[in-house]
């Protein structure tokens, strides 16, 4: 009788061996893939962050462009009324220069009568004869000041002509240089906003580059952490079977998820994705058509969108979500319950916990985004209260 009953107690332990074996492990094979997902993960991150990076600079180097192009634009147009207003300064003088000439001629044409008289008499003889010719004191004095003043006119006709003929050889002089300057100024000009334009229609084709790649990274990223999610929800189920077979001292598996609550906790820790990198942070957002049309949430306002999507209808503020469900332990978090955060006020922050030390939620820095509470400043800033809605 003995015999028989340690058979059968061997048959079963190697039963019961083939069951916990079993489980055990499918769960290394998903935390061997899981591994190698976070890993790639991670390198997509760094990659991303890379481009990301080149973007930014870019983008600024293209507002560069862009006032570079405004500026010399107006300095073009400056340039070119300056142009138009020494072409017209140089119009006035030529009209100016005309009428010297004019003026010239005629100084010309009395020098030359006065040469000539001045030929026929003989040298001073006209003017001797004049003053010989007064017929009292008073007259000769009056005569030899009408002398006087025709011999300083001839000087004086003589000096204005060199210095009319020395203004209007000055202004040519300087308009023409002038012109010349600015002419040369255009000219300059105009290539330069030719090679900035060009610059710029580079840095736009480069900007279209880095954002394909950037949109590329941002869908494999969320390719990879999808899989990741789906992996830790067959963990966590194969954990929770294994402990409905094999009870532990320490009860009930931390990642016990029942069947009917996998869906559900699938929405609502995916349904925010296609909101990442397209979504800002707005205080009190995610209550309105159109700010959820926008990416516009807040961190309450978003979680409460996310388990709408899976049709549990919660709180929208910090406060009334920290009061719903049910409170759990840190050691046992499991993907899709709330996680809060101490920032401006206690509990000020809220997110989805998705697994893996990570948490989904609208941060004010980035919109949507999947944030890493292991470390830095959501690790310093986690309370530790862990709220459950889904059971």
């Known amino acids: 009788m003995k015999k028989p009953l340690l058979v059968f107690n061997i048959t079963v332990m190697l039963g019961l061996g083939s069951v916990v074996s079993l489980p ?90 006065r040469a000539r008289s001045y030929q026929e008499t003989g040298g001073n003889v006209q003017y001797l004869d004049v003053l010989l010719g007064s017929t009292s004191f008073g007259d000769f004095v009056d005569r030899i000041g009408a002398v006087a003043t025709i011999i300083n006119a001839d000087k004086d006709l003589v000096k204005q002509y060199e210095a009319d003929k020395n203004e209007v050889e000055k202004k040519q ?9 600015l002419t040369n100024m255009k000219t300059e000009l105009e290539g330069m906003r030719a090679q900035i334009v060009e610059q710029q229609q580079q840095n736009e084709a480069l900007r279209t580059e880095l954002k394909q790649r950037e949109a590329e990274g941002l869908a ?22 294994f402990s409905a077979q094999v009870p532990t001292n320490g009860g009930a598996s931390s990642y016990a998820i029942p069947a009917s609550a996998n869906e559900k906790i699938r929405i609502v820790t995916t349904a925010g994705n296609r909101y990442i990198g397209n979504s ?12 959820i049309e926008n990416g516009r949430f807040d961190c309450s306002g ?18 009334s979500l920290k009061n719903s469900g049910r409170r759990v332990s840190t050691s046992e978090m499991r993907p899709g319950d709330l996680v809060f955060f101490n920032t401006y006020k206690t ?45």
């Open 347 to 391: 509990d000020g922050h809220v997110g989805i916990y998705l697994g893996g030390g990570q948490f989904i939620g609208s941060q004010s820095s980035t919109g949507v985004a999947i944030a890493n509470m292991s470390s830095g400043y959501w690790a310093n800033t986690f309370n530790g209260r862990v709220v459950r809605i889904i059971e």
């Open 302 to 319: 978003f979680v409460h969108w996310s388990y709408a999507q899976a049709g549990i209808s919660i709180g929208a503020s910090t406060d």
């Open 220 to 241: 494999a990223k969320s390719d990879l952490q999808q899989q990741d999610r789906s992996l830790a929800t067959q963990e966590a189920g194969l954990t929770a079977g």
């Open 24 to 113: 055990t492990a499918q769960a290394e094979s998903i935390q061997t893939q899981r591994s190698s997902i976070q890993a790639n993960l991670a390198q997509t991150n760094k990659e991303l962050s890379a481009v990301q990076d080149e973007l930014s600079r870019l983008n600024e180097q293209l507002k560069r462009a862009d006032q570079a192009i405004i500026d010399n634009q107006n300095m073009i147009a400056k340039t070119e009324a300056d142009i138009t207003a020494a072409n017209l300064e140089i119009q006035k003088l030529e009209q100016e220069v005309a009428t010297l000439k004019k003026s010239i001629e005629k100084r010309n044409e009395v020098l030359k009568e």
């Open 173 to 181: 002089s300087s308009v023409k240089t002038k012109l010349e300057e």
């Open 280 to 291: 800002v942070y707005v205080f009190g957002g995610g209550r309105t058509a159109y700010d």
